[in-house]
């Protein structure tokens, strides 16, 4: 870990400094047409109970046959990961009673999961931090509870039971609740990337749960030095927390939570509690169960799942440029590290950016106009970057016009909200030229502009000679009266000329 990801990070209690502990277990579903043991569809927002087997309904004597699928989206998953992909894994029985498992247990990896330990780096506005990746295990979902259908009954909907799950499990490497949060972005960018999981949250299809101890500053880092958790504090696990801005604010309640009992004199339980985002706290749900709690024991039915080597670096030869190299990439192109992270973060921002840059659109040029211009519209409309109505070639377009001058930047905005309300898919023949708004470079139309406003401003004339930073405010007044048009390099250049104005520096 580098020096960065080690610093020291502590919260202020009333006895002195804390450290916060993070780990993390991602639930992220597995990107495929049928579930993990059967071939029953995962459509989403299906008529409940819709999309159901006799093996997802724990039918006696249905036999689960694993989906080959699944097995490569998790190996995937591991290999962008950077993780150490198992060729032996097991299924265990992973044993409890609810109404909406129906069989009376899970079928998940434990002792032996698909994929080993990895890593993650997230960056940070100062820092880049590594969080360890403990294990990537598959397994299948459950159904659910509905309790909101009926005012005397609750009922049970098993569309999501034996759906294909890769839980991540992180080590507790994360210090900072904006570090929790920037890890599930990451994570998710990732996934998305790697078309292994949608990450759709709203949807349920990326959810985790988060672990928060803390210890008395100094704790994290003997336990980093001795790898001994008896340095760290007791943990709470808090369940299916499914928003980047979730995590945080269940970090932040949940780490004060702890150190007022503990000043006061009081002991952390450990427990599964919930985040109530509305009351924006946390709230204890049951204690925390032991995986003696599940007596685990591998499944008769499923023989252990063997991989063939070649098979796993043939999937390994397919993977994309992931968000890590493209960054890389787009900073040796010119980019600020900020900028770079900007448009790595979605899959379909990168591609938009590179499609400009295909276009013709210099690189750095490109990335400014998005961050500054573009984003910001679809920001305000509510719009994602596949939803814009302008094109990646239009808005290169009116780049490359910038750069070659033959419309200012001020222009530019106004052809840019022209092109998203039009959508000509042209801007430079059928907004620039069939508008008149080419920049104005004729050094005799620019001249008598000036002359104009010379003529309207003879005391400013008198006090620009005095203070020459003054000629900026002539500078807008000559724009004005050219519409916009005028090459503000150019009116800047002859300003200073008919002034007698000395050059800057």
Known sequence: MSAAATKSKTIKGQTGDWDIVIGMEVHAQVLSNSKLFSGASTTFGAEP?????????GMPGMLPVINEK?????????????AHINLT????????????????????EYKSPIVGEGEVFIDLKDEQVRVGIERLHLEQDAGKSLHDQHP??????????????????TKPHMRTSEEA?????????????????????DEGSMRADVNVSVCKAGGYDRFMQTGDFKHLGTRCEIKNVNSMRFIAQAVEYEARRQIEIIENG??????????????????SMRSKEEAHDYRYFPDPDLLPLVLEQAWVDGIKATLPELPDEKRARFIKAGLSAYDASVLVAERETADYFEAMVAGGADAKSAANWLNNEYFGRLNKAGLAITEGPVTAKANAEIVKMVAEQLISGKIA?????????????????RIVEARGLKQVTDTGAIDAAIEQVIAANPDKVEEVKLKPKLAAWFVGQ??????????????NAALKKRLNLPDEG
């Open 49 to 57: 109970n819709s999309q159901v087997s006799f093996v997802d309904a």
């Open 70 to 82: 699944c097995v490569e989206q998790a190996v995937r998953t591991g290999l962008g990961l950077k």
């Open 89 to 108: 894994s097991v299924f265990d029985r992973k044993n409890y009673f609810y109404p909406y498992l129906p069989s009376g247990y899970q079928l998940s």
């Open 152 to 169: 005397d009954n609750s009922f049970v909907d098993l569309n999501r039971s034996g759906i294909a799950l890769m839980e991540i499990v």
């Open 181 to 201: 949060a920037a890890f599930l972005k990451k994570l998710r960018a990732i996934v998305r990337y790697l078309g292994t999981c949608d990450g759709n949250m």
């Open 266 to 283: 009081g002991t952390i339980k450990q427990e599964t509690r919930l985040f109530d985002s509305r009351q924006g706290e946390t709230r």
């Open 413 to 429: 905005k106004d052809v840019l909200d022209i092109e998203w309300e039009e959508k000509t898919g042209d801007p430079r023949g």
């Open 478 to 491: 000559v724009m004005k009266a050219s519409g916009g048009k005028a090459n503000p390099a150019a009116v």
